[in-house]
């Protein structure tokens, strides 16, 4: 017995230590003085190019909006996962509803550290993993371009979430597993800097390896198949393979994915679908630099061998 009771004792002890432990690694980390000096006063023109870059009108804006609806960032997307269903909120500048109370500080932190302005932990549904690689003075001109779009009242519905999805701490240990700012494909000294150019837009603001790469079960990207398609997160078909490998786009020149990402039409005469439609309509918004830089990382990149179709075609 005095045994037993020691066992015990010491199981609550270690219990106690670690429930500690785990509550501190997972509290939500905002950025430092030296990260939020480098914001700097941010310009709305060039925030524009960022905001186009990051598709922010594709899961913020009312599904099925068109012309300048789609600047009415009101929310309500369904995003289905095998974790329930997450839906991006109104980051309209109503400042109830939306965004439009929140400090350029907020923003950043949100961005680049997945912090709300209250201190919680966001869902990485939405994308900080990848906008955590941004630059600060970015971050800046982003919010002043957000600053000259419309407040539109009403909020977005909540996220589903299942038990123990529906508990936020826990992402804080999910972040020190999957949160960097490092970026995924690293380049030898004297790489291109339309290809440099391209992996910050491709990597941060575009984050386009959140839908193209494929998930470990604790959600967050396999890198090793980075950018080699996924199941959609809409709930139906796949987010096709854009490297080099297999199911991919190897056959496709750099101007055919420059032409691509402006027109949307591919190099089969076939046009673009599905979620690609919003994105590519942002894609054309950007200057011609910007997408053949794109279209240079995407052709500089590792190709995969067994791209996420051709993964599906073989389970079939």
Known sequence: MPLL???????????????????????????DAETLAQLG??????????????????????????GDARLQLVGGLELKTPFGTFVPPNISQDAKDGIGAWSVEDLANAMLKGVSPSGEHFYPAFPYPSYARMRPADIADLYAFLK???????????????FPFNIRRGLGLWKRLYLSKEPVIAFSDGTPDPVMAGRYLVEGPGHCGECHTPR?????????????????????????NITSGEG??????????????????????????????????????LTPDDRAAIAAYLKAIPPHPNGYPARKKTAN
């Not at 006063?41 to 804006?61: E, L, M, Q, V, Y």
């Open 148 to 162: 000259t779009l419309p407040a539109v009242a009403g909020k977005a519905p909540s996220h589903s979430l299942s």
């Open 248 to 285: 991919g786009i190897g056959k496709w020149s750099e101007a055919d994915i420059a032409n691509y990402l402006e027109t949307g039409f591919t190099p089969e005469f076939d046009s673009a679908s599905g979620a690609m439609v919003d994105v590519q309509k942002n894609m054309a918004e």
């Open 41 to 66: 006063p941010g310009d709305a023109a060039r925030g524009k190019r960022i905001f186009n870059a990051g598709g922010c009108t594709s899961c913020h804006a009312k599904p099925g909006s068109q």
């Open 216 to 240: 470990a079960f604790t959600g967050g990207t396999r890198k090793s198949e980075w950018l080699a398609g996924a199941a959609a997160a809409e709930g139906n078909g796949i987010v096709s």
């Open 5 to 31: 009771k020691k066992l015990v004792g010491a199981a609550l002890i270690l219990g106690g230590v670690g429930a500690v432990a785990g509550w501190l690694l997972s509290a939500p980390v905002k950025l």
